[in-house]
């Protein structure tokens, strides 16, 4: 999500604003940002309101956290 947020040139608060705005789900920008860096998975209504604000399917959040994420050895 890091890059699609990038690309569109939006800050975390940014995209916690239009999330409410837009899609009528509110989240903090510390679970946004969990989202972000994987500490945390959004629930199914978060994941398809993110999807929706970035048009995107779903699938490539999940993908994208999930891959992203830091393993222990």
């Known amino acids: 999500m890091l ?3 990038k ?7 940014d995209v916690v604003d239009l999330l409410k705005l837009r899609v009528g789900i509110t989240i903090s ?4 940002g969990m989202i972000e860096t994987g500490v945390r998975n959004p ?7 993110l999807s929706e604000l970035y048009k995107v399917n779903p699938a490539t959040l ?4 999930n891959t992203k994420k830091k393993t222990k050895a």
């Open 62 to 65: 999940f993908l994208e956290i």
């Open 3 to 5: 890059t699609l947020r």
């Open 29 to 32: 920008e510390s679970y946004y």
């Open 7 to 13: 690309k569109k040139n939006w800050s975390q608060k």
């Open 43 to 49: 629930s199914l209504s978060v994941a398809v309101g």
